[in-house]
């Protein structure tokens, strides 16, 4: 069973009405407990003409990752990441179709590790992360309730 996770208006990542946004879109695939997108990468992203920057590359990585805690459909259950190891195996291509997936290794009510891909059409890992996610501070969720209405799922 799949099912789509919602998206915010500003996020680098996912923002729906940032100009500058990868307008990344996750899946639910509850059935292979993972999450995932496909997103291609446009040319001003790069480090080196073609290839992917490294920060993009992470922050990719990250999101990916930390979306993994909303698997089963808890989309308002936010997470800050404690900390984030990426290995970076091969170049990854800008303006080639990459699919994102994430998974959860370990989960509890304060701290999650998580982990995620970036791999080619053909299977190819071209980058994976390890991620420590964490609960934000309270002063932090009451910063996200302004901006909760916004959360949601484009038809």
Not at 32 to 45: G, M, P
Not at 46 to 62: Q, R, T
Request: net charge neutral; charged share 30%.
């Amino acid at each position: 069973m799949s099912d789509a996770q919602p998206t915010s208006r500003y996020c680098f990542v996912c923002g729906r009405d940032n100009p500058a946004s990868l307008h990344v879109r996750w899946v639910n695939d509850r059935d292979s407990r993972q999450v995932r997108a496909t997103v291609i990468v446009r040319e001003e992203y790069n480090g080196y003409p073609g290839i992917v920057h490294g920060g993009v590359v992470a922050a990719l990585l990250d999101e990916t990752a930390g979306r993994a805690l909303m698997l089963d459909g808890d989309f308002d259950r936010l997470w800050v990441t404690v900390k984030l190891e990426v290995a970076f195996r091969r170049p990854t291509p800008t303006g080639v179709p990459l699919t994102l997936v994430g998974w959860v290794e370990r989960d509890d009510a304060r701290r999650s590790q998580t982990a995620a891909e970036i791999r080619l059409a053909d299977g190819t890992v071209t980058a994976s992360c390890r991620a420590l996610i964490a609960r934000p501070p309270e002063k932090l969720l009451e910063g996200w309730l302004a901006e909760r209405e916004h959360w949601r799922v484009d038809p």
